[in-house]
């Protein structure tokens, strides 16, 4: 059960390596884009491909989905990156149901690991199976692997990482349960542990807007916790008082005590485009202006004129 590429990763490697799946479970199509053109899941483009059962029920309380899900006769069903499941539906096989989460439970539970992982700076994180149960990622654990996080790591290389270490943790947990070799550990027990609990909430678009009174390496990790989706943004002023959108993608903290008003711009205006902020400056290296294409700072700067009246705000 799963919806996007995050997904397609893990039943690529149970598909390679002939485990026996009596179905595969995804969102429905659906418009999407300027042309409202049909849009399949990538799971469900990579088990058609593969000649595999495909059901999309429209809801998961739908009893006739419920029915054709019995139909198949499930021994384990695994879930990667789907929707909450009901307990009528994760009780159904013989064996139960596991899901694979972006992270080291009981840390950052919720819809947006990787990103929160980044945006706080942490240097580590990982993936973890554990079985389902009512409450939303709390269940017992069945296994993690542990994935480092590097200073430059933005939430699109991480997902990467984390993607090809879940498959693999997939696969390690589908055999302990085949072989009944695994052992489980309860979340509460794995609590004790921490002094208190992060979340990993699901990010808005209000959410993503850049503080520049923030401290330089604060920002450094919202931006790349954030990039390339669901992108931290700011607001350009151009010299003549518009205000654009922007996008930023990736960027350097440069620490360096100055008198700049935060969000004053700071440039050659050939090649490098330097924000002022808290104790310091980011230096932007790849930004996307509302209307415009994702660019590089040297491209932007070949469009603006008077630089040094605009200001990120």
């Not at 017992?140 to 996080?149: A, E």
């Not at 542990?193 to 920002?219: G, H, Q, V, Y």
């Amino acid at each position: 059960m799963g919806t996007p590429d995050f997904a397609v990763e893990s039943l690529k490697t149970l598909t390679e390596n002939d485990y026996n799946i009596v179905g595969v479970v995804t969102n429905p199509d659906k418009p999407a884009g300027r042309g409202q053109k049909i849009k399949e899941s990538a799971v469900k483009k990579y088990a058609v491909s593969k000649g595999l059962h495909v059901l999309q029920p429209s809801s998961l309380n739908d009893e006739h989905f419920r029915e054709e899900l019995r139909k198949l006769k499930p021994s384990l069903q695994v879930v990667v990156a789907f929707k909450i499941l009901p307990p009528s539906i994760f009780t159904i096989p013989t064996h139960g149901t596991f899901n694979l989460h972006a992270s080291l439970l009981p840390q950052y539970r919720g819809a947006a690991p990787i990103n929160h992982a980044i945006m706080n700076g942490e240097k580590e994180t990982g993936v973890t199976t554990f079985f389902l149960d009512e409450k939303v990622d709390t269940g017992k654990i069945i296994d993690q692997r542990k994935v480092s996080i590097t200073e430059t790591e933005t939430a699109g290389t991480l997902h990467d990482k984390l993607m090809k270490s879940g498959a693999g943790l997939v696969k390690s947990t589908i055999d302990s349960i085949i072989n009944q070799t695994y052992s489980i550990i309860p979340q509460d027990e794995l609590a004790k542990n921490f002094n208190s609990l992060k979340k990993a909430p699901k990010i808005f678009n209000e959410d993503c807007r850049i503080n520049w009174n923030r401290d330089i390496n604060e920002l450094h990790n919202f931006i790349r916790g954030l990039s390339p989706y669901p992108s931290a943004w700011t607001e350009f002023i151009d010299a003549e008082g518009n205000r654009k959108k922007t996008k930023i993608y990736y960027c350097e903290p440069v620490a360096k005590s100055h008198n700049y008003k935060v969000g004053s711009i700071l440039s050659d205006q050939k090649t490098y485009l330097k924000v002022a902020a808290k104790n310091g400056f980011l230096d932007i290296k790849q930004l996307q202006l509302e209307g415009k294409k994702q660019m590089q700072t040297e491209e932007f700067l070949r469009g603006i004129r008077s630089l040094d009246k605009c200001v990120f705000e």
